[in-house]
C-alpha cells in the first residue's frame, strides 16, 4: 500500500507560479511510476505529466514547455513546477502511483491522492 498526499495547490494570477508536492508513504517509494493528473470543473480527468521509476519523463502537449515534473526518492516525494500559469490550467491536481507502460499513464496507476486545487485567475 501507498498513502499519497498532495499540497502547494492555490489561487494565482495567469503567469504566475506554483509548486505542487505529493508526499508518499507506505511500501517503496523509488519503485513506482508517479503522475499528475488533473480534472477542471465538468471535465473528464486528464494526464498531465508522468515520471518513471527510472526517472524518464513524459508531458501532456499542452503543459510541455511551463510545467516540470521531477522526484526525490530520498524524501519519498515528487513535485510539479508549475510556471507562466493559464486560467485554463485551474483544476484539481492529483498525484498517482503505480507501474505502467503508457506514455500517458492511463491505466496502472493503482494509489490516488485526493487532490488539491489550483485556480488560475485571468
Known amino acids: 500500500q501507498v498513502q499519497l498526499g498532495e499540497s502547494g495547490g492555490g489561487l494565482v494570477q495567469a503567469g504566475g507560479s506554483l509548486r505542487l508536492t505529493c508526499a508518499a508513504s507506505?511500501?517503496?517509494?523509488?519503485?513506482?511510476?508517479m503522475a499528475w493528473f488533473r480534472q477542471a470543473p465538468g471535465k473528464e480527468r486528464e494526464f498531465v505529466a508522468g515520471?518513471?521509476?527510472?526517472?524518464?519523463?513524459y508531458y501532456a502537449d499542452s503543459v510541455k514547455g511551463r510545467l516540470t515534473i521531477s522526484r526525490d526518492n530520498a524524501k519519498n516525494s515528487m513535485y510539479l513546477q508549475m510556471n507562466s500559469l493559464k486560467p485554463e490550467d485551474t483544476a484539481v491536481y492529483y498525484c498517482?502511483?503505480?507501474?505502467?507502460?503508457?506514455?500517458?499513464?492511463?491505466?496502472?496507476?493503482?494509489?490516488w491522492g485526493k487532490g488539491t486545487l489550483v485556480t488560475v485567475s485571468s
Open positions: 498517482a502511483a503505480g507501474r505502467t507502460a503508457a506514455v500517458d499513464f492511463s491505466s496502472g496507476m493503482s494509489y
Open positions: 507506505g511500501r517503496t517509494f523509488s519503485d513506482y511510476d
Open positions: 515520471v518513471r521509476w527510472t526517472g524518464r519523463t
